[in-house]
Every structure is written in C-alpha cells, then in structure tokens.
C-alpha cells in the first residue's frame, strides 16, 4: 500500500492568498503528479515530476507552481489564490511506465 | 493523445445485482496500459486494476472481473453481487507507452441501494 500524505485536507481561504499544499510519500518513487478534480468530473493532471530538480506542465494549464527539491515532495503553489481555483487537489506517484499511480487523499481548496 | 469514454454518467442498482461499467477509449499507441479506479464519497483515488494491451486474457479476483477487448477498444469492469460498500466513482484510465500520463473518463457513478 502506498504512503502519500497531502496537507490541508481542507482549506478555505480568501482571495489574494498564497497557499502551498503539501504532498510527500515515502514509496522513494521518482515520477509524482497533480491532478485537478472538480467535484464529480474527471481528473486532469496539472503537473508532474520524473524525479528531483525535473518538473513539467501536464495537459492542463494551471496557475500553480510546483517544486522537487527532494525525492519525497512535491509541494504546490498558488500565488494568489482565485475563487476559479476552488476545487479538489490529487497527488499521485508511481514507479514508472506501465505502474499503477497511488493517490494521496486529496486537498479540497475552497476560495471564497 | 488518448481519449476514454465512459457512457454510463450514474447507475444504479439493488444490492446484490451484477453491474458492468462501460469503458471505451482510443488511442494511437500500439502497446499501452489500462486501469479502472475507484473513488468513494472520501475522495481519495483506489487503484482497481491494471491491463496491458498486448494481454488480452480477461480474469476474475474476487468479485471484480473485466473484460478487455483491444478489437473494440473497450475495457469494461463488472462487479458481481454489488454491495452498499460499492458505491462510489469508477474512471477507467488508459496509460500511454511513453508512461506518462493516465488519461481519465468522465467516470461513472454507481449507487448500490440496500
């Protein structure tokens, strides 16, 4: 079973604010991801990382900023959070092409 | 790029009734991979299974079985004696060979009634 960790598991807060949201695993996997996920409707990635210092924009354009300083995170920023970026965060990992990916339980950002 | 269509949006059905979750998809690539997730009212993401598209050989765990069919392009996931712990979003998710990516359906939401 998979260990990833994502904090806040809920976070509301207002316009304007710089939030981070947090997600480490301790698989030692190299490739990790966002998704984002409105709620009931499919998953799109945002962001990925094949391993430290690499990261890339997924299919969907995104706001956020991310960073892999260590093998373990992969922290996600939003500089000025907007009500159009309420919705639910996912992070994800995997060992690799053709692996499953296991999801963390998610960051549900409200901004209000 | 892939693209998955998962034609059932909401279905339901009494506890103890098999149910069948459509998944059909395309995509360009020769070897690629598939899986089904599910998703209860908790959010987070649980992995189901996996398939590669040069094995075609459908199996039975459990109470989840699949059927794969690369002649069609469809991969559909069955639950057998569907109970109340079932309800959740399914997504059924192809993978591209490049290994990148799952691609995810607009998923399929699934009430079992008791």
């Known amino acids: 079973e998979a260990d990833i960790y994502q904090t806040p598991r809920y976070l509301v807060i207002g316009t304007g604010k710089k939030i981070t949201l947090e997600c480490s695993q301790t698989?030692?996997?190299?490739?990790m991801y966002w998704y984002q996920q409105d709620p009931g409707m499919e998953l799109h990635l945002i962001h990925y990382s094949y391993g430290v210092n690499s990261t890339e924009k997924g299919d969907l354009s995104s706001e956020s900023t991310v960073s892999r300083i260590r093998t373990e995170h992969f922290p996600l920023t939003l500089e000025s959070a907007r009500p159009s970026h309420t919705s639910q965060y996912l992070c994800?990992?995997?060992?690799?092409?053709?692996?499953?990916?296991?999801f963390g339980p998610g960051t549900r950002l409200t901004v209000l | 790029a892939q693209k998955v269509t998962q034609a059932q949006t909401e279905i339901s059905v009494v506890e103890k009734e098999d149910v069948t979750l459509d998944c059909v998809y395309e995509?360009?690539?020769?070897?690629?991979?598939l899986f089904w997730y599910k998703q209860p009212p908790s959010g987070e993401l649980v992995f189901l299974i996996r398939?590669?598209?040069?094995?075609?050989q459908n199996e039975i765990s459990g109470r989840y079985s699949w059927n794969f069919q690369k002649s069609t392009s469809s991969f559909n996931f069955t639950i057998t004696a569907s109970q109340v712990v079932d309800s959740a979003v399914y997504f059924c998710a192809p993978r591209d060979n490049a290994g990148n990516m799952l691609t995810f359906g607009g998923g399929t939401r699934l009430m079992v009634k008791p």
């Open positions: 698989m030692g996997h190299d490739k």
């Open positions: 398939r590669n598209s040069f094995d075609e």
């Open positions: 995509t360009r690539d020769t070897t690629y991979y």
């Open positions: 994800a990992t995997d060992r690799g092409r053709g692996n499953e990916q296991f």
